[in-house]
């Protein structure tokens, strides 16, 4: 079955520091979108992208983040300026249709990133 | 309030006999979907089951159903026959209709399930 995949699975930063987290959705998905997940906490809706355009961002989404489709097949997300409160896992997932109720997400493994 | 409440964090059963898993929401929407995922110690999020607020009857894939009493605003999972690979942690997770159908999924605190041998 196919399968998004995310890279690293694991990201030590400083704090301040910039990090990106890069994902590679199912190749005829159009959907694209980022959660996370903080230790013990639940699992939580940041973005989501379509034709090359944020649809949808949450509250946490702010001015610190941004999300690229650099190329016809990675789709990125990027912390400018890391704070530890950004530590947790990072879930990418993509779907081939948005106008459907029933339309499941397929998940990546997750990048767990630890700020320090 | 919590759209997705799951009250309990932790479930044991054991091997091969049935547990279920606790799912409440809460909206004002008719039209909603209801999802379960199961997450490994590996970290993936892997696609159980699905329930629509006008499907007719309770979802069932495999060994996995959905008690959906509509009335109560409840969604339940059900495994049968447990096995020692399905200890994992399960979200339960809503998609809200309108507007932003399709877009985001609001997921639960997670139980994390244990099968005993």
């Known amino acids: 079955e196919p399968e998004v995949t995310q890279t690293p699975s694991h990201q030590v930063t400083q704090m301040g520091q910039e990090v990106i987290l890069r994902c590679v959705p199912i190749?005829?998905?159009?959907?694209f979108y980022w959660y996370r997940q903080i230790l013990g906490q639940k699992v939580e809706f940041l973005v989501s992208?379509?034709?090359?355009?944020?649809?949808?961002k949450s509250e946490i989404f702010d001015d610190q983040f941004s999300v690229e489709r650099p190329d016809g097949s990675n789709f990125t997300l990027k912390i400018r300026s890391t704070k530890l409160e950004d530590s947790a896992m990072y879930f990418c997932?993509?779907?081939?249709?948005?106008?459907?109720?029933?339309?499941?997400?397929?998940f990546g493994s997750g990048t767990q990133l630890s700020v320090l | 309030a919590q759209k997705i409440t799951q009250t309990q964090p932790g479930m044991f059963v054991q091997e091969k006999e049935a547990v279920t898993l606790d799912c409440t929401y809460d909206t004002s929407d008719p039209s909603y979907g209801l999802f379960w995922y199961k997450q490994p110690s590996s970290g993936e999020m892997i696609f159980l089951i699905y329930?629509?607020?006008?499907?007719?009857q309770n979802a069932t894939e495999g060994r996995y159903s959905l008690n959906f009493q509509k009335a109560r605003k409840s969604a339940n999972l059900v495994i049968s026959a447990s096995q020692l690979g399905d200890s994992a942690m399960y979200f339960c997770?809503?998609?809200?209709?309108?507007?932003?159908?399709?877009?985001?999924?609001?997921f639960g605190e997670g139980t994390q399930l244990t099968v005993n041998p």
């Open positions: 997932a993509s779907s081939g249709w948005r106008d459907r109720l029933n339309e499941k997400l397929f």
């Open positions: 329930q629509g607020s006008y499907d007719q």
């Open positions: 997770a809503m998609r809200e209709g309108g507007e932003t159908s399709g877009s985001r999924l609001t």
């Open positions: 992208f379509y034709n090359n355009e944020i649809s949808e």
């Open positions: 190749s005829n998905h159009l959907y």
